[in-house]
């Protein structure tokens, strides 16, 4: 028996081989084109698991060495680089559960670790806030960081605020998290506006006059239609991906993917297995239902609660989203919308587990070399690595020039405006 195993060993390292070699080759290519063109990630929580298991001090990690072995993170300075990431959007989120002065309290705080991230490393990292920044930062060799926004509830319903964060370096806003704001609706969320309110409306106006992108991952699908339609400006989703291949209301549905080709926006996939597997996002359902039935039958009794959901757990084990299911979601995109509207937001660091394959942010040439050996040109690399969203940042930037004589908008959001 053992010298069976040793043979299968033997023979199995021997297929491997060439084919380890192909993939090697195969992402050493990726690393080539990706000197040449900036690698942008659209959504990082990084600054969040700094604030939550580091004291919001870039100084308690040692993000130089790779810190896969010793700590939870995803995100490290050896990983970026072995990831090829040339540019990196920081979210600055903060839950939907705040209440809003306080969320835009931290919001700013959560600004200021992204700033204390650059200056910790100003030979790796350098705050960008235009295309031509990106461009620039990425000649020199470094990282550009720019800042996203993560929840409109931020804004405390207030223009002005809106445009103190984007002064502050924030460059896109999603519009909603996992709750419906008082003056738009999201995805995971009961409805309150049918898509956006009219303030709402005023919000995403506000940002195109700004420059500010309008990021839809998060948002219902009425609302993405309805911002569609008000932008003078191409639209982003941050970290979204295809609702036909993985149906969880937080995904773009094909109607709305056929829509951003007319904006000229790009939908950045994102990597959260409960949101590119359909296994997994059953099986997430399958654990919240039960979750909420042990809690009704053994209320005031937290133990009980968690003593059958383990076994739960234990007789229904959880599947794992793969990489092929990262690259499916990203076919998918492309052959809807195109290959000018597809892009990567990975949501590292924002997520609990990944998909196999995709353990952090060195991921990224195992998956462009992936799309390359399924016929994908250099030339498409270099579309969703960082291409499209550089157009589209120029658009949004181009569009805020148009309007550079107006005046800021003094809407507000009605006193009766708020949902009960």
């Known amino acids: 028996m053992i010298r069976t195993a040793l043979l299968a060993a033997v023979s199995l390292a021997v297929l491997s081989g060439p084919a380890l070699a192909q993939s090697q080759a195969d992402e050493a290519r990726v690393l080539q084109i990706l000197r040449r063109t900036p690698l942008i990630d659209g959504h990082n929580d990084l600054p969040w698991a700094l604030r939550q298991g580091f004291g919001n001090d870039p100084y308690r990690v040692d993000l130089t060495t790779n810190l896969a072995a010793t700590t939870r993170l995803h995100t490290d300075i050896p990983r970026m ?90 460059r896109y806003m999603t519009l909603t998290h996992s709750k419906t704001t008082t003056w738009a609706d999201s995805a995971t969320d009961a ?86 597997s359909e296994k997994v996002r059953v099986w997430g359902a399958g654990r919240a239902a039960e979750d909420s039935r042990l809690k009704s039958l053994n209320p005031g009794d937290p133990d009980a609660v968690k003593a059958g959901l383990a076994a739960w757990e234990a007789a229904n084990p959880a599947p794992n989203a793969t990489l092929e299911d990262v690259v499916a979601h990203i076919q998918h995109v492309r052959d809807v919308a195109g290959i000018d509207h597809v892009g990567l937001g990975g ?37 969703i690595s960082g291409e499209n969203l550089l157009r589209v940042m120029r658009g949004v930037e181009q569009a805020a020039t148009a309007r550079r004589g107006d005046r800021p908008n003094l809407a507000q959001l009605p006193n009766d405006g708020a949902p009960e």
């Open 81 to 170: 680089r072995a990831g090829g990431v040339g540019g990196q959007f920081w979210s600055v989120y903060v839950p939907a559960s705040m209440e809003p002065v306080e969320a835009a309290k931290a919001t700013f705080e959560q600004i200021d670790t992204v700033k204390r991230i650059v200056a910790a490393h100003p030979t790796v990292f350098e705050i960008a806030t235009t295309a031509d920044d990106i461009a620039r930062i990425h000649k020199a060799g470094r990282i550009a960081s720019l800042i996203g926004m993560e929840g409109g509830y931020s804004i405390d319903d207030s223009l002005g605020l809106l445009r103190e964060f984007y002064d502050s370096g924030a």
């Open 191 to 276: 409805p309150k506006w049918g898509g956006l309110s009219p303030f709402g409306e005023q919000v995403v106006k506000e940002m195109n006059r700004l420059g500010m992108m309008v990021d839809l991952s998060h948002v219902s699908e009425d609302t993405m239609v309805d911002a569609i339609r008000v932008s003078t400006a191409p639209v982003i989703f941050s970290h979204s991906s295809a609702r036909a291949v993985t149906a969880h209301p937080r995904n773009v549905p094909d109607a709305v993917l056929r829509m951003v080709p007319q904006n000229g926006g790009i939908v950045m996939v994102t990597f959260v297995p409960g949101f590119i």
């Open 347 to 383: 949501d590292f660091d924002g997520v609990g587990s990944l998909p196999v394959g995709v353990d952090g942010v060195d991921a990224y040439p195992r998956i462009l070399a992936e799309l390359m050996r399924r016929g994908w040109t250099e030339a498409d690399i270099r579309k």
